[in-house]
């Protein structure tokens, strides 16, 4: 890839269709390479490997937008891109919020965030063959009952992002992961589960080990051997870090600025109000170097930033591009997020709740009747009303102790009450994707069984 | 549809010739099986938020997939650009899967088998925007229009038109062009202040136009979505634990395609690790039910005329009369269990590998009128709208969110209840079938399945069925 190419010619996009008649332009310009290696039962299953790149614009012609992208950066290709957006201009209404974020909130994150590490991409393909390949011996030689798998992939991403818009702001970064998974398959009589475990990275140095990696998934399918389907009844719920991080998810989707303009999240109107425990506090925070949502600028080239969201219970902000921002009278808290098409939506940067004092192990400790949750099934999140109703998997809690599997039950509460119900929060956040949490105790949910 | 008359041939210039090296390409290191997938994607997209049309986008997407199979190993490569150098590439990269000396056979391309069940002439994709954006104006005027407690409404509709050409080492070419269109509609219902309520509604399928002009209006969608938010403001909390279920016709057909479709995936059955691995034969639901899943049913979202990997789709029996009798096959499943493609090869792009898929998966109709099953319900949950599902294959558990249903007391409908997840066990739910009416109805055409991170268009299917037992994920 050549440094320079894609950031002139997005540039060179941008003025195109200003000499077309747009009045403000935004175009992104994405390009990668993707590896990825999957064995299962010790054999070599796929190898896939391509290169691929994309162009999209989005345009306002006054208080009208029109947006087109295109895979296509031939020059034939590049003409259509800008007629279509301009085309389409034509059909949409006047919007008194459109518009491009201002110019004096346009910017870059200084420095090295480290989301970019050289070793991904020269990795050879018999190492990744390799890593794979011991993960899921790992996980098949743990224990006799792993007995079958769906086997273990090793992936890695290279790319480019390009962003350049008609105020002036022209960036471009480049990023890197790897990742490695396992999906052991536990059998013992006529009980078959599976689960999974995987770790990922900006650079291959930052991996766990494969045995690692093996060794936590054989035991995560192991416990779930032979399940009971426990009576229907009220308990304390624990939701181990993986689906405690679904939860953050969800308290995204609530500050999502479109959700709080359109009045369709129970957090909605609910600024500076109590909506958690105090001892819940939420942060999303853009500019960690080397996570997974670092940035330097987000997809309005608007600079990354960090934001407290819950601060103590407390609501403190909502997630915003400048368009949402405009909606309700506020700033953009630089959280505008989009592929190659259609106008900015929003994301998040690194999402996750502050971690608290005491370990997974002595939180369950203190719950004499209860269910810790280590996987959750299906979409039963109504963001509007916080209504929460979903398929668990889990272990039972026995005075203070994990005494046996349990599946094929629900868990169902509000969510407005599931936050200001949480007891405990541990000790133990990692950061494995965007969204963190550390494991966390609920007070009280109805477990749906028999 | 011609080869030569084909956008691949005509824009792009590419031949028989070319294709047949290109697989010659691909076999250059031994591999058993090849072949190419040329995809043109056209989409646009229009929505309308607060009554104002704010978003339209249209573009453009194109690439080849080279696929090698070498025993029970892929190979996958692909490419954005066309160009014969970069196709050659991607062929190269593919090819190394295999280990061994190049298969020069000679490929006699000859185009193969389909069906013709969308003979759209212009796809909704080739029309003029101003006819399409009207639809979603409509939308929004007729479901703020419904009922004065609606205060927000969404609408969105988007369309695209595929051209695919498959080429294979056997020697098959096929060609398909798959217009598709889908609208979709939500509104927020409130009273006096109070908690606000969802709707949802849409469709679509593999249609022209006039479908939305005529069929089914943005008015249809628009009164389906807001009646939903208007019946939710008087919800009650969802009941917990076992109960009896009565399930709507239509949509809640997602039952299917989660507690049975994917189980019968043959991927995961070749590989031992689905719950109806090795239960072919065997008894897994009341003989009230016969599951089918068919891709050749005209006009519809999920139908092909033919698969991902140019094998024409087919009427496929999964259960009959509650007995298991089928997987669905993709080309390498089907060469690796020595059985026949059912036609169930799809793929989500050129950028992905196939694997098996559902199409349409629907329930045959039983014998009992609907009335009657909810007569027969002393106390239970009547479900006629669905959000999405999820199952998970190996141990058969699978869910789907209900966001519209009602308490069923003394056999009649009570009150509406707040959404809640129904949760069953795929071997074992259908055994718990004991009426099936005789009012089986296709969904709208809204379906998306996602399976190992690739999305495709399908539908579902069901009458009105009565389930004895499932739980109900409520807190009530």
Known sequence: ???????????????????????????????????????????????????????????????????????????????????????????????????????????????????????????????????????????????????????????????????????????????????????????????????????????????????????????????????????????????????????????????????????????????????????????????????????????????????????????????????????????????????????????????????????????????????????????GVNIVTGDYSRGAVGLWIRAGELAFAVSEVTIAGNLKEMLMNVEAIGSDLEFRGSVAAPTLKIGEMTVGGR | MKFSESIFAARFNITKQDLESYLAESLSQGGDYADLYFEYLLASAISIDESMV???????????????????????????????????????????????????????????????????????????????????????????????????????????????????????????RQPLARMSVSALARHDGGQPQRGHAGGGGRVELDFFLKEKTPEHFAAEAAREAVAMLDAVDAPAGEMTVVLGPGWPGILLHEAVGHGLEADFNRKGVSAFSGRIGQKVASELCTVIDDGTISSRRGSLNVDDEGHATARNVLIENGVLRGYLQDKLSSRLLHSDSTGSGRRESYAHIPMPRMTNTFMLAGESQPEDIIRSVAKGLYCVNFGGGQVDITSGNFVFSASESYLIEEGRLTRPVRNATLIGNGPETLKYVSMVGNDLRLDEGIGVCGKEGQSVPVGVGIPTIKIDRMTVGGTA
């Not at chain 1, 009045?263 to 506090?281: D, H, R, W």
């Open chain 2, 54 to 176: 704010k978003s339209a986008t249209q573009g453009v997407s194109m690439g080849v997939g080279v696929r090698v199979i070498a025993g029970e190993r892929t190979g996958y490569a692909y490419s954005d650009d066309l160009s014969p150098e970069k196709i050659r590439k991607a062929a190269r990269v593919a090819a190394c899967i295999a280990a061994g000396p190049s298969k020069l056979d000679k490929f006699d391309l000859n185009e193969g088998a389909r069906h013709n069940l969308y003979p759209v002439l212009t796809a909704p994709t080739e029309t003029a925007f101003s006819e399409r954006v009207e639809l979603v104006k409509r939308a929004d005027r007729a479901a703020r229009g419904f009922d004065t407690r609606i205060f927000q409404v969404q609408a969105s509709y988007a369309d695209s038109l595929r051209y695919v050409m498959v080429a294979t080492s056997e020697g098959v070419l096929t060609l398909d």
């Open chain 1, 1 to 379: 890839m050549s440094e320079n190419h894609l950031l002139e010619l997005a540039q060179g996009v941008v003025k195109r269709a200003q000499a077309a008649g747009a009045s403000d332009a935004e175009c992104t310009m994405a390009e990668g390479d993707e590896f990825s290696a999957n064995v299962r039962m010790r054999e070599l299953e796929n190898l896939k490997e391509a290169g691929s790149r994309g162009a999209g614009l989005r345009i306002l012609i006054g208080k009208k937008t029109g947006a087109s992208y295109t895979s296509d950066l031939s020059e034939e290709g590049i003409a259509r891109l800008v007629e279509s957006a301009i085309e389409l201009a034509a059909i949409t209404s006047e919007d008194p919020h459109a518009g491009l974020p201002d110019t004096d909130e346009l910017g870059a994150l200084e420095g090295d965030l480290r989301l970019y590490s050289p070793d991904v991409a020269g990795l050879q393909p018999g190492l990744k063959i390799d890593m794979a390949k011991r993960a899921e011996a790992a996980a098949l030689a743990a224990d006799p009952r792993i007995s079958n798998s769906e086997g273990a992939s090793f992936d890695t991403h290279v790319g480019r992002h390009i962003f350049a818009n008609s105020r002036g702001f022209a960036g471009e970064y480049r990023s890197s992961y790897c990742s490695l998974s396992t999906v052991p398959v536990a059998r013992e009589g006529e009980s078959m589960e599976r689960d999974y475990w995987y770790t990922m990275a900006r650079g291959f140095a930052g991996l766990e080990s494969p045995e690692e990696v093996g060794r936590r998934a054989a035991e995560r399918a192991l416990r779930r051997l032979r399940p009971v389907k426990v009576d229907t009844q009220r308990v304390p719920v624990v939701f181990d870090p993986r689906i405690a991080q679904t939860l953050l998810g969800n308290i995204f989707e609530a500050v999502h600025g479109t959700s709080i303009y359109r009045e369709e999240s129970f957090l909605a109107g609910k600024l500076g109000q109590k909506v958690a425990g105090e001892n819940v506090t939420v942060i999303d925070d853009g500019t960690i170097p080397g996570l997974f949502g670092t940035s330097p600028f987000d997809d309005e080239g608007v600079p990354s930033r960090r934001t407290m969201v819950i601060e103590r219970g407390v609501l403190k902000s909502y997630l915003l591009n400048s368009y949402a921002a405009r909606k309700l009278g506020m700033k953009t808290t630089g959280n505008a997020s989009r592929g190659l098409t259609g106008n900015a939506g929003i994301g998040h940067g690194n999402f996750f709740l502050e971690k608290g004092v005491p370990t997974p192990e002595q939180i369950i400790a203190g719950i004499p009747n209860g269910f810790y949750v280590t996987e959750l099934l299906g979409f």
